[in-house]
Every structure is written in C-alpha cells, then in structure tokens.
C-alpha cells in the first residue's frame, strides 16, 4: 500500500489482531477503522464514532490506498486544530506523521504507534 501523501510504499506494522502502515517517508499511519476501535477501547476511550469530530469537505486530502478514491478530513480537538482523515469506502484512517522538524523513525513497532495514536486521541476528543 502507498502513502496518500508521498505515493511511496509503507511499511507493514504487525500486531498481534491486525496490520497497521507507516510511511517512512513523512511518519504518517494508515489504520484499519476496527483495529483503531480496538485500541482505542482498550485505552477507555470511546469507539472513532463516538468522539465526535466535524468532516471539512473544503480540505484536501490524499488518496485512500486502499480503494483510491478521495479521504475525508475530520477536524476535532481544541480550536479544531487537529485532523485525520478518513476513506468512507473503507474506513481506513489516515494520521498524519510528526511535524517536518522531528526525525522519523525508521521503523516502529505495533506498541509504539499504538501509543501515539491513544495520544491524539486523547487530544482530539477534548473540546
Ligand atoms: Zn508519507
Ligand atoms: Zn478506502
């Protein structure tokens, strides 16, 4: 699968109920809609659906590699400042990597990006 942003391929993340993607490139994580469930329900947060969120049809947003066609962004947290961008075909969810001034790691690990992602959760659902 290539990344929507960098139309290179991402790395496989292996865990023990699924299969996440990482670009190496930008840092950015390609999640399956159930395993981000998952994790989520797993650090007490609620299900994606229930942590709220407004789709902003204006933003541009990358291809899902999956079925290529167009990703939705969401807009949540404080002063709407975060986003992730969805496939509604699919439901395959796209999280931005780090800021261009951090150093992506080569590769992570399931429980690294398990982390990260409980994190801007956490954020997101804060209002
Ligand atoms: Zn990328
Ligand atoms: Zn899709």
């Not at 998952?38 to 590699?65: D, K």
């Amino acid at each position: 699968m290539d990344c929507p942003r960098c139309t290179v391929e991402m790395a496989e993340i292996p865990g023990d109920e699924g299969t996440m993607h990482r670009c190496s490139d930008c840092g950015g994580l390609w999640v399956d809609v159930a395993d981000l469930n998952r994790i989520l329900l797993h650090a007490n947060l609620p299900a994606l659906s229930g942590l709220g969120g407004y789709v902003n049809a204006e933003e541009m947003a990358g291809q899902c590699p999956a079925c290529n066609v167009d990703l939705v962004v969401v807009e949540g947290g404080e002063k709407r400042l975060l986003h992730y961008d969805t496939c509604e075909s699919c439901g395959g969810i796209w999280l931005e990597g780090p800021d261009d001034d951090v150093e992506v790691a080569e590769t992570s690990d399931w429980k690294t990006s398990v982390v990260e992602i409980v994190a801007f959760y956490k954020r997101f659902k804060k209002r």
